[in-house]
T-cell receptor
Framework: AQTVTQSQPEMSVQEAETVTLSCTYDTSESDYYLFWYKQPPSRQMILVIRQEAYKQQNATENRFSVNFQKAAKSFSLKISDSQLGDAAMYFCAYRRDYSGTYKYIFGTGTRLKVLA | ETGVTQTPRHLVMGMTNKKSLKCEQHLGHNAMYWYKQSAKKPLELMFVYNFKEQTENNSVPSRFSPECPNSSHLFLHLHTLQPEDSALYLC??????????????FGPGTRLTVL
């Protein structure tokens, strides 16, 4: 069964610094999507970034970038120039094809604190 | 309103009550989802509807009953819940659950407390 593991329950970063959140997953599939979602204290889950497994190039969205290592089944999120508004729970998710429909499998999340 | 909205945002109910959670999406999507979010646990997928057809029931107890009258609205009817059902219930939508580039967008959630 596919699983998603976020081994860091909590991380802290100084404002303006860079932080990397880790995510590993287990799958036997070759074609899939990976996502990072952000859930601020207001609770609305927001899509941060998306990576297609067949694309070797790492996805980037402004200050957010991923390090996708397909062979290692690793999908880490790097946040550059951290801002106070980046404080949130971050969830890694894997989307797999399940009999023609997609199922999303989420990790347990990493709580990111940004220190002023 | 834009995006995915959920009402109510907070709900407290007794074990014998009947209540409903509502989700509405304004994104023109065709797939809608219910998730349960409990502390320190991964999001648990409950139900999936694609073009109003239920495509996934993730072994959810019958005290939870979903309803999807159209692609924009999704309900979760609650009946004789247990205290362990207390959680944040998230609704999400996506363009097409069978589409290759499908991506989910979430609502703010309903915080449910069962006494």
């Amino acid at each position: 069964a596919q699983t998603v593991t976020q081994s860091q329950p909590e991380m802290s970063v100084q404002e303006a610094e860079t932080v990397t959140l880790s995510c590993t997953y287990d799958t036997s599939e070759s074609d899939y999507y990976l996502f990072w979602y952000k859930q601020p204290p207001s609770r609305q889950m927001i899509l941060v970034i998306r990576q297609e497994a067949y694309k070797q190039q790492n996805a980037t969205e402004n200050r957010f970038s991923v390090n996708f290592q397909k062979a290692a089944k690793s999908f880490s999120l790097k946040i550059s120039d951290s801002q106070l508004g980046d404080a949130a729970m971050y969830f890694c998710a894997y989307r797999r094809d399940y009999s023609g429909t997609y199922k999303y499998i989420f990790g347990t999340g990493t709580r990111l604190k940004v220190l002023a | 309103e834009t995006g995915v909205t959920q009402t109510p945002r907070h709900l407290v109910m007794g074990m014998t009550n009947k209540k409903s959670l509502k989700c509405e999406q304004h994104l023109g999507h065709n797939a809608m989802y219910w998730y349960k979010q409990s502390a320190k646990k991964p999001l648990e997928l409950m139900f999936v509807y694609n073009f109003k057809e239920q495509t996934e029931n993730n072994s959810v107890p019958s005290r939870f009953s979903p309803e999807c009258p159209n692609s924009s609205h999704l309900f979760l009817h609650l009946h004789t819940l247990q205290p362990e059902d207390s959680a944040l219930y998230l609704c999400a939508s996506s363009q097409d659950n069978r589409g290759r580039t499908d991506t989910q967008y979430f609502g703010p959630g309903t915080r449910l407390t069962v006494l």
